[in-house]
């Protein structure tokens, strides 16, 4: 399926405010892992209250030990300091990589903004090596500006 088919599908998820923001997350991560064959781990994770960490909100895909990621570690924990993306073609060739899984080969973690500020992220993880382009990246974007329409 297309990006541009997948956006009315993002949007209407996050209208309905008969699920908590959290159900939507988790739905919109659901949406992502089922219909992009190369999402296979797809989660959100925000800033930790006055912490400088991150703190992993839903996620769909393998489980995790990484619920709670330290600003500046990982590829994550880089896009909470740097506020830009981060593409990364091959996980193995990252010094400061957390590794959640041997079969992932390469992520993309796109920031949320909200009012100016870094919140949170996307964070995708794929078994595919470097299958992430520019129209993914511009996708996710679309992805957490409608997110963070709906966040307190």
Same mark, same amino acid.
């Given at each position: ?12 998820? $996050?209208? &309905? %405010? ?12 659901? $949406?992502? &892992?089922?219909? +992009? ?6 989660? =959100?994770?925000?800033? *930790?209250?006055?912490?400088? %960490?991150?703190? $992993? ?7 995790? #030990?990484?619920?709670? !990621?330290? =600003?500046?570690?990982? !590829? ?8 830009? *993306? =981060?593409? /990364? ?19 993309? /973690? !796109?920031?949320? =903004?909200?009012?100016?500020?870094? +919140?949170?992220? +996307?964070?995708? #993880? ?7 382009? %520019?129209?993914?990246?511009?996708? $996710? ?12």
């Amino acid at each position: 399926m297309l990006f541009e088919d997948l956006k009315p599908k993002v949007v209407d998820i $996050l209208k &309905n %405010e008969s699920n908590s923001v959290t159900d939507r997350l988790h739905q919109i991560c659901q $949406l992502l &892992n089922k219909t +992009i064959t190369y999402y296979d781990w797809v989660g =959100f994770y925000f800033k *930790n209250g006055d912490k400088e %960490e991150l703190k $992993l909100r839903t996620y769909v895909g393998e489980e995790t #030990d990484h619920t709670i !990621i330290p =600003f500046g570690k990982g !590829i994550c924990g880089q896009v909470a300091v740097s506020n830009e *993306n =981060f593409v /990364v073609p091959d996980v193995q060739a990252q010094d400061n990589y957390i590794a959640c899984s041997f079969t992932v080969k390469s992520e993309i /973690v !796109i920031p949320l =903004f909200k009012n100016g500020e870094n +919140i949170g992220q +996307i964070d995708i #993880d794929s078994e595919t090596p470097d299958p992430f382009t %520019e129209k993914d990246e511009r996708f $996710l974007e679309f992805v957490n500006q409608e997110v963070a329409k709906i966040l307190e």
